[in-house]
T-cell receptor, first 115, second 113 residues
Framework: KQEVTQIPAALSVPEGENLVLNCSFT??????LQWFRQDPGKGLTSLLL?????REQTSGRLNASLDKSSGRSTLYIAASQPGDSATYLC??????????????FGEGTQLTVNP | NAGVTQTPKFQVLKTGQSMTLQCAQD?????MSWYRQDPGMGLRLIHY???????DQGEVPNGYNVSRSTTEDFPLRLLSAAPSQTSVYFC????????????FGPGTRLTVT
């Protein structure tokens, strides 16, 4: 059964700092990996999608990498801003016999960027 | 496009009551799914559908029913609410279930007393 772990669980940084969020998964047989942002009391906003054949994706100040063989992904946020404060969730898309196609989520990293 | 919409945003039920959580998408996505989010357990898949008329169980299906009569709508029914179903429920959709980006709705916060 796929398991996804995110480290650290919480992170507090000063504004302007570059930071890295980590995600690891136990089964490398994935279709893709998706990073989401969740603001308190809100839904999930998709940030980046990396297909299993890709190594990285970039969007603005965000860069996500994927090393499928080692079961790891990182989300790099450049020049962090207070508006980046949120919980960041990593999810891998795979297939399981008992539940078919599904996203398996980590529990998230709660990021606080202090002005 | 409105994307994925969910109603209601908040709901309080008494144990044993039934209700339907609504989900709709206007992106012509074939794949739709329901997740629940609980502290310490992350998001877990309840049911999913790969197209109109086709549904299947996810990781935690007990106590929930779904149907998919149209491409746009995917309602989730709680048959007899229990306190263990207190959670935040999210509906998601994508072009297909395996390789495409998933889009999530804003969620329904359900409390069962």
């Amino acid at each position: 059964k796929q398991e996804v772990t995110q480290i650290p669980a919480a992170l507090s940084v000063p504004e302007g700092e570059n930071l890295v969020l980590n995600c690891s998964f136990t089964d490398s047989a994935i279709y893709n990996l998706q990073w989401f942002r969740q603001d308190p009391g809100k839904g999930l906003t998709s940030l980046l999608l990396i297909q299993s054949s890709q190594r990285e994706q970039t969007s603005g100040r965000l860069n996500a990498s994927l090393d499928k063989s080692s079961g790891r992904s990182t989300l790099y946020i450049a020049a962090s801003q207070p508006g980046d404060s949120a919980t960041y969730l990593c999810a891998v898309q795979g297939w399981e016999e008992t539940s078919g196609s599904r996203l398996t989520f980590g529990e998230g990293t709660q990021l606080t960027v202090n002005p | 496009n409105a994307g994925v919409t969910q109603t209601p945003k908040f709901q309080v039920l008494k144990t044993g009551q039934s209700m339907t959580l609504q989900c709709a998408q206007d992106m012509n996505h074939e794949y739709m799914s329901w997740y629940r989010q609980d502290p310490g357990m992350g998001l877990r898949l309840i049911h999913y559908s790969v197209g109109a008329g086709i549904t299947d169980q996810g990781e935690v299906p007990n106590g929930y029913n779904v149907s998919r009569s149209t491409t746009e709508d995917f309602p989730l029914r709680l048959l007899s609410a229990a306190p263990s179903q207190t959670s935040v429920y999210f509906c998601a959709s994508s072009y297909s279930g395996l390789t495409y980006e998933q889009y999530f709705g804003p969620g329904t916060r359900l409390t069962v007393t």
